[in-house]
């Protein structure tokens, strides 16, 4: 049947046209002038719509993709099957991306957070050349310190690429991060970058009515 054979080559071609379309340099670089803040974007000519989330009873916020979901703990066992686990992971099943925290038992004072970096760094590095630290730096403001990590870890089959970032949240230290597939850097970094601009302490009156709708 050549007709059939024929009419299914165009519509592979066209299929293959449309997603060299959506990774061409051309598609980025207008996606990257969109911003997580205006509500929605495109990724890779995909819309995704962004709003702001609250965690550990209301007392931190921050933005992602509206349609993420929480990772099951049968999920992060195949995703951590060496153990160390956050305590929470959301993604989705379309973008090639994550966002998590773990919050510790380590008790850090805030004062203290920017000199946390420096441990957190001399831990990275002690795990090899399987690491390697693009950047870091520390944000402070007045009632508040966030130290943050740039790094990309490589695995026997994918590099990843993590923006970590810590604070001290009721003296404990919380370790926040964003993640992602390095051969997506290129769309995703801008991305991972303003949600972690985005992440915040709440005021009072937001932790009560978010306790009050839970």
């Keep these: 049947m050549p007709e059939l054979d024929e009419e299914l080559m165009k519509k592979r071609e066209l299929l293959e046209q449309f997603e060299r379309e959506r990774f061409s340099q051309e598609t980025i670089e207008k996606e990257k002038e969109q911003s997580i803040f205006e509500g929605a974007i495109n990724v890779n000519m995909v819309p995704v719509n962004f709003a702001e989330r609250l965690f550990l009873d209301g007392k931190v916020a921050i933005w992602m993709p509206a349609d993420f979901e929480e990772l099951t703990q049968e999920e992060l066992a195949v ?28 008790e850090v ?50 590099s990843i690429y993590n923006l970590m970032y810590f604070t001290s949240l009721d003296g404990r230290v ?26 915040r302490f709440t005021d009072e009156e937001q932790i009560k009515e978010h306790n009050n709708e839970n």
């Design 79 to 106: 995703s951590y099957p060496l153990g160390n686990k956050p305590d929470k992971v959301y993604s989705n099943s379309y973008l090639d991306l994550a966002v998590g925290y773990h919050y510790t038992q380590h």
């Design 109 to 158: 004072p805030d004062e203290y957070m920017g000199d946390f970096l420096k441990i957190a760094r001399l831990a990275l590095e002690r795990t090899g050349p399987k690491v390697r630290i693009l950047s870091e730096n520390v944000k402070k403001s007045e009632k508040h310190t966030i130290s943050s990590i740039e790094m990309i870890s490589h695995t026997i089959t994918e």
């Design 174 to 199: 919380l370790l926040g991060f964003i993640n992602f597939n390095c051969k997506n850097r290129e769309r995703y970094k801008p991305i991972a970058q303003e949600m972690f601009t985005s992440f």
